[in-house]
């Protein structure tokens, strides 16, 4: 069962959210109380959901707070302040939206896209997208091979975003290719998956990208993350991603 905060008003909303406040500003992020109610918002919304759409199996309070919010924004350890006020970014396989709309909760001047291959939870996305009117974001159902391909979304993108997709390798192929030269793609990793970044140099080499950093993520809660920071310095070869289900079943 889930562990729902009892909110009547917006001062318990953010009364109730106060902790996340206090977690976030040891990332040198600052939330106001509107940026606190559509974070609960968001959480009501998805548990709500959740009930008829399999969205997320994480759903008690706190740990959403940590698991899912604090997680996502950890993400901006990464990124420039530039990034932060104005940069575009692709969540890929999303899900229930992480971590593209906390990121863009935080950072309204972020936008981009949400893509998942799920309709039903693209609908949910669609719906939460204007509930808390983050007008800066779509949503697009497709798989990462197929809208790779699209012109309008093929390295334009700021920043690439990934959370649980794959192994480092696959998630280099179904990322790199949506990334603009200059641009970020940042995995979020497991800090004892140095093998597996290993193991997918060759990959990231072949597909434009080079391994810039390894930030490890500090935050109570989340000792055990890192973040897998690769630059695009070269474009993708055209002849990449290969067809659906090939990067993960055969990564290169």
Not at 62 to 74: C, E, M, R
Not at 230 to 249: A, D, E, F, H
Request: hydrophobic share 45%; glycine share 8%.
């Amino acid at each position: 069962m889930t562990s729902q905060p009892e909110i009547v008003s917006f001062e318990d909303s953010i009364k109730a959210m106060e902790p996340l406040r206090q977690a976030v500003s040891a990332l040198g992020i600052e939330l106001v109380d509107a940026q606190l109610d559509k974070f609960y918002t968001y959480y009501k919304e998805m548990v709500d959901w959740n009930q008829r759409v399999n969205l997320t199996g994480i759903t008690e309070f706190q740990d959403v707070l940590t698991k899912h919010y604090l997680d996502s924004l950890s993400v901006s350890l990464a990124l420039s302040d530039e990034l932060k006020s104005n940069g575009s970014f692709i969540d890929v396989g999303t899900g229930a939206g992480f971590p593209g709309i906390p990121l863009c909760l935080a950072f309204p001047g972020m936008g981009g896209t949400l893509l998942d291959a799920t309709g039903k939870k693209t609908i949910f996305l669609e719906y939460i997208v204007e509930i808390l009117g983050l007008d800066r974001l779509s949503v697009v159902k497709d798989r990462a091979e197929t809208l790779a391909m699209a012109p309008e979304h093929r390295e334009v993108y700021d920043i690439v975003l990934g959370r649980g997709l794959a192994g480092m390798a696959a998630f280099a192929e179904l990322t790199l290719p949506f990334a603009k030269v200059g641009g970020l793609v940042i995995a979020q990793k497991l800090t004892n998956s140095s093998e597996e970044i290993a193991a997918a140099s060759n990959a990231i080499e072949l597909l434009g990208g080079e391994l810039k950093e390894i930030i490890q993520v500090a935050q109570k809660g989340l000792e055990n993350r890192a973040l897998v920071v690769v630059k695009k310095i070269m474009p993708t070869p055209m002849r990449y991603p290969r067809r659906p289900g090939s990067p993960s079943k055969n990564p290169l």
